[in-house]
């Protein structure tokens, strides 16, 4: 079993780090093989979409950098666990950037009607993020739809989404409900995927 974890915030060792530690810690725990990919946005350094409209022709982005190894890490995960830090009540601009990239995956699949990413075998998606203030009269408005059609871009089931809200004075990896919610998450997470995929 392959996951691919995305860290969206471009700090590392800090609340969305900390968080998809835990989880990953839990998925391992309950299943030793697993295979764990975790890569850090602030690493990729994903460029922009440039609305080319190239991959409406042709299968595939013509920019050259670290999407196309992020393309087969899409397509070869069962389950994606992505973060993001919220920014101006939406997600991180590094986030963002990798998520229009994937313009040529929802090309493929809706123009040329050709999936770049493999649509008869099952993958989970959960989004974790968190946010510096406690109150949020938009909630995740701006948020979900983002991740909605990113996910229905890979081929990947929505499962749901984890919201942690005040992180900038009370740090999420200081709050034993919310680490203890990350483990459950992992077990949830898992159990989820294996029902997806007929394991259990
Ligand atoms: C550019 C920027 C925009 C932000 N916008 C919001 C916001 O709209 N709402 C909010 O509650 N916190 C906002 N914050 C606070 C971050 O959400 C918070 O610091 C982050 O979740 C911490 O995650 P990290 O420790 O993993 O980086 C913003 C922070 C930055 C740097």
Known sequence: MKVLAIMGSPRKGKNNDMLLDTI???IKQQEASVEITKL????LAIAPC??????TRRAGCVQKDGMAELYQHFDSADIILMTSPMYFNSISGQLKAIIDRNQAIWS????LKQSLIDKSKPRVGY??????AEEHPYGLQAVTPILDLFFKSINTVYMDNYFVNGVDERPAFQRAEVLQDMEGLGREILNYYRRLAGWL
């Open 40 to 43: 850090y946005v602030s690493d």
């Open 127 to 132: 989004f974790i993020i968190t946010a510096g």
């Open 50 to 55: 440039l609305a080319c409209d190239a991959c």
């Open 108 to 111: 493929s699949k809706y123009v």
């Open 24 to 26: 990953l810690n839990s």
